[in-house]
């Protein structure tokens, strides 16, 4: 114990190295202060053959120091008046490792001055970067489709989308959390541009702000929750094939009609009218424009991204405690990845965007880092070198060795075997009954016979 299983993905994000970094020297300080490993350490031979160095673990006070200096450091990087602020600009390199002055000097630095005052926050250059990138490719791609099918184009079309999808997901899960990403004087762009791109990726007109913002996040994975997991055997192909089945076929008719139960008829009209007016444009497209192009442009995008919204829903809501499930800190995980952080908007810290949706995405390591004791007190859980995709086909596999070593613990969690963690992750993944919900969430809530 003491040690992380592996080691950290070379491509993590600046702060999440340091935040990786600094729970990484508490659980080495932990094992380095345990009783056991004292008494490991006296029962070795004076006589033997290796001889081991005292190891002089960081005290708590170095350890907060460390934590505060951290903190401090990752809010210059994103103030725009402080003189070590770092906008992001590219997901897949760090502003700081462009090295060719030229380069730099006569194009990302005045590209990125004029970004600046385009985007709402000063660090969200990527956001236009992003948007160019797809205006400039996806888009007429798309239109050429229509004009002049080819397959061989219309596959390279879906590699592209396929690649794009997930970050741009993530920037629109960004934009209807906080209803835009521009400044107000683009924000006529701000508005109109999700209607152009949205189902170019795979998104219906407006189906993810009603879907996440005024539903998955009013419920919180609860049992009315219609893209909760607290039914379903969390680790079982079978249950996942349901819980994806239900969303794909049904979302249509079961947002509208939760909104109608809860007493929002505008909400159920608006939900129900741009889904199935997206679908009645799809229909017309196949059928009057051309069937081919409406097929990979339009059609193929939507059947992957609800499959990948779903797949990863379940990695975000999968584990959840089975003594206190409606905490924010036990129904969701955090995780230190690369696909999630570098490439989509750290979309890894979901308990930090439970805990508060409005939060700017730049923002979650320092809040992480700022609440980390109560993350220990509370039982929640860390994860690197994994994502929520990897952790759900992991899950149906019920390969837990694996998401076990995967953990970085924290807390009580420090003293746990890697046995005792499987063990862990095991209970967290078992589905409720309807008593238990009664018990847990109230009467209400559960479907009682």
């Known amino acids: 114990m003491g040690k992380l299983a592996f080691p950290p993905d070379a491509e993590l994000t600046g702060p999440d190295r340091l935040v990786l970094s600094i729970l990484q020297k508490e659980y080495e300080a932990h094992d380095e202060s345990s009783p056991n490993r004292h008494l490991e350490i006296a029962d070795e031979s004076d006589d033997s053959a290796t001889k081991h160095s005292e190891f002089v673990a960081p005290s708590p006070e170095d ?38 002055a030229f380069f730099r000097q006569n194009i990302v630095e005045p590209y990125t001055r004029w970004a600046r005052t385009v985007v709402r926050n000063e660090t969200d250059v990527v956001i236009i970067t992003h948007l160019l990138l ?17 397959w061989w184009h219309a596959i390279l079309h879906g590699l592209m989308q396929g690649w794009y999808a997930g970050a ?111 679908y009645a444009v799809l229909f017309l497209l196949a059928k009057y424009v051309n069937t081919r192009a409406t097929i990979f442009v339009l059609l ?30 036990r129904s969701s995980i955090t995780l230190i990845d690369v696909p999630s952080n570098r490439y989509c908007y750290n979309d890894g810290y979901h308990t930090s965007h439970h805990l ?23 039982h929640a859980l860390v994860f690197y070198n994994i994502d929520y995709m990897m952790l759900t086909i992991n899950l149906l596999r019920k390969n837990y060795d694996h998401i076990a070593r995967c953990l970085v613990p924290i807390g009580e969690q420090m003293r746990l075997t890697h046995e005792e963690r499987v063990a862990m992750l095991k209970r967290k993944t078992r589905k409720f009954t309807e008593e238990e919900i009664a018990q847990k969430w109230g009467k209400q809530y559960a479907k009682m016979k």
């Not at 929002?264 to 608006?270: E, F, I």
């Open 356 to 378: 508060n949706p409005l939060r700017h995405w730049r923002d979650h390591p320092i809040a992480f880092l700022s609440q980390k004791k109560q993350y220990a007190d509370e």
């Open 134 to 150: 797809y205006t400039c490719t996806t888009l007429p791609s798309a239109i050429y489709l229509f004009y002049n099918f080819r």
């Open 168 to 278: 741009y997901t993530l920037l629109r899960h960004q934009h209807i959390h906080v209803r835009g990403v521009l400044s107000k004087k683009y924000a006529l762009i701000d508005e109109l541009f999700p209607y152009v791109l949205d189902p170019l990726m795979g998104h219906t007109w407006n189906s993810y702000y009603f879907h996440h913002v005024k539903h998955h996040h009013v419920e919180g994975n609860g049992p009315n929750d219609l893209s909760s997991t607290v039914r379903y055997q969390r680790d079982d192909v079978w249950d996942f094939a349901k819980y994806v089945g239900r969303f794909y076929f049904l979302i249509w008719f079961d947002l509208p009609r939760y909104f109608l139960r809860t007493k929002k008829p505008v909400l159920a009209l608006k939900a129900a009218s741009c889904e199935l007016g997206n």
């Open 63 to 100: 350890l907060q120091d460390q934590e505060q200096q951290a903190i401090a450091y990752l809010k210059s990087l994103n103030d725009p008046k402080s003189a070590a602020f770092e906008p992001t600009v590219f997901s897949s390199v760090d502003l700081p490792n462009i090295k060719n």
């Open 300 to 329: 193929v995008p939507l059947a992957i991204m609800r499959l990948a919204l779903m797949t990863g829903n379940w990695g975000q809501h999968a584990l959840v405690d089975e003594l206190e499930p409606d905490s924010d800190f």
